[in-house]
C-alpha cells in the first residue's frame, strides 16, 4: 500500500493495484478498510506519527532552538530512512489530497503533551519565560512548526510531485533559512528576558 501510494496521486492510486501488490483479495482489503480514503488516512496517520517519533521519547536537555531544529532535521532523517514514506507524505500535501498532514500534527495530543514537557523543562531550566502557559506555548509551537512545510512548499513553489521525487527542499539555502528564521522567532517568543 506504501509504495502505490507513494508513486501515485491520491487519485490515481489504486486499490486493485494495492491489493495485487500485496496478493490478497480486495474483500480482504475491505476487512480491514472501509474504502481507499480510510486505508489512506490510516498509512499517513501511521507514517506522521513515525516521521516524528517523539511522543515515547524522553524530553532531550537540550535548547528549545536545538530541540526545533531537531525537528526540522528530524523529517530530513525520516526521508533516508523511510524514503516512500518520505514520498507518501509529500504526496499528502498535493490538491488531490483528502488529507491535511499540517493538521494531523496539529491534532496529535501526544505530541503536543510531549512539546508541553519539553517548555516545562525549558522553564524549569531557567531558559523559557515562566509566565507563559505551557500547553498554549506548545499549541503554537506545533501549529506553526507543522505549518511550516506548506508554507515554504507555496512560498517557493515546490509541488508535492517535486517534494516527492527531489527529496528535502529544506536542503535548499532559501529553505532552510526560513526554517531556520522560524526557529528563531519562535526561541525568541519564549526566551526568557535577561536583565
Not at 480486495?26 to 490510516?42: C, L, N, V
Request: hydrophobic share 45%; charged share 25%.
Amino acid at each position: 500500500m506504501k509504495r502505490e501510494f507513494a508513486a501515485c496521486s491520491y487519485t490515481r492510486a489504486s486499490v486493485d493495484r494495492i491489493t495485487a501488490a500485496a496478493g490478497i483479495s480486495k474483500g480482504s482489503f475491505y476487512q480491514y478498510f472501509e474504502d481507499k480514503r480510510d486505508a489512506y488516512t490510516h498509512l499517513v496517520e501511521g507514517l506522521m506519527r513515525n516521521r516524528l517519533a517523539l511522543v515515547d521519547t524522553p524530553v532531550p536537555e537540550a535548547s528549545l532552538e536545538q530541540v526545533l531544529t531537531g525537528l526540522v532535521r528530524g523529517s530530513h532523517g525520516f526521508q533516508a530512512r523511510d524514503p516512500l514514506g518520505w514520498s507518501v507524505l509529500a504526496r499528502a500535501f498535493a490538491p488531490d489530497s483528502p488529507l491535511d498532514p499540517a493538521a494531523l500534527t496539529q491534532d496529535d495530543t501526544d505530541l503536543i503533551r510531549w512539546v508541553e514537557r519539553a517548555v516545562r523543562r525549558g522553564q524549569d531550566d531557567g531558559e523559557l519565560r515562566a509566565d507563559v502557559d505551557p500547553a498554549t506555548a506548545a499549541w503554537v509551537l506545533v501549529h506553526v512548526m507543522a505549518g511550516l512545510p506548506d508554507h515554504v512548499m507555496r512560498r517557493f513553489g515546490v509541488t508535492a510531485e517535486q517534494a516527492a521525487t527531489d527529496g528535502s527542499a529544506f536542503d535548499r539555502p532559501e529553505i532552510a533559512a526560513v526554517a531556520a528564521d522560524t526557529v528563531t522567532l519562535l526561541t525568541a517568543a519564549l526566551a526568557r528576558e535577561e536583565l
